[in-house]
């Protein structure tokens, strides 16, 4: 759509933005000649108000999923985890497995991510708050809309932000002993 029809309108991308690092490198290019108004779109990213993430010194999250597979939730709910953490000023430095859980430091301490099926109702946990699940419907449409009226900046920001996300989930599912 960018390169071949040359599209220089709105772009919504599915997330993760990439899972090898052959295509997170084509988007790191893109990057560099942008003219789009891009997004990876996390919902949570655009509703501040209900899902600030208050600063700690370490970040234990139990992050709903009916996924029971590891390796999927790292594609598929891993980048909505960071892209929050992100989001919030949490700036990840590294993320890791160790024995099936998800451990990594942000530049204000340690957290732990655990994908949890069992949960009493959908949502997310950290540091003992219980966040709602989101409501797609009522919401995607007011993300949308916030989408289509930002500016460059805010779009190049989100833009690195999810280069940021796919560079871990490239780094760890190539760590990954059974690919």
Not at 49 to 75: G, H, M, W
Request: charged letters at 20%; one cysteine or more.
């Amino acid at each position: 759509i960018i390169d071949g029809l040359g599209f220089l309108g709105t772009i919504i991308l599915e997330k993760p933005l990439a899972i090898t690092f052959e295509d997170l490198r084509y988007y790191e290019d893109l990057l560099l000649r942008l003219k789009q108004n891009c997004a990876v779109l996390c919902l949570r990213d655009y509703l501040p108000e209900t899902y600030c993430i208050p600063s700690a010194l370490q970040y234990d999250i139990v992050f709903y999923s009916e996924i029971k597979d590891f390796r999927n939730n790292i594609i598929h709910q891993l980048p909505h985890v960071l892209s929050w953490l992100y989001t919030n000023k949490h700036i990840v430095k590294s993320v890791r497995i160790i024995d099936n859980n998800l451990v990594g430091e942000t530049e204000s301490g340690p957290f732990s991510i655990v994908f949890e099926s069992n949960m009493d109702s959908p949502g997310v946990i950290i540091n003992g708050i219980k966040y709602p699940p989101l409501n797609y419907r009522k919401l995607l449409l007011n993300a949308v809309k916030e989408i289509m009226l930002r500016d460059a900046a805010l779009a190049r920001n989100d833009m690195e932000k999810a280069i940021e996300v796919a560079s871990f989930i490239c780094q760890i599912l190539a760590d990954q002993p059974n690919k």
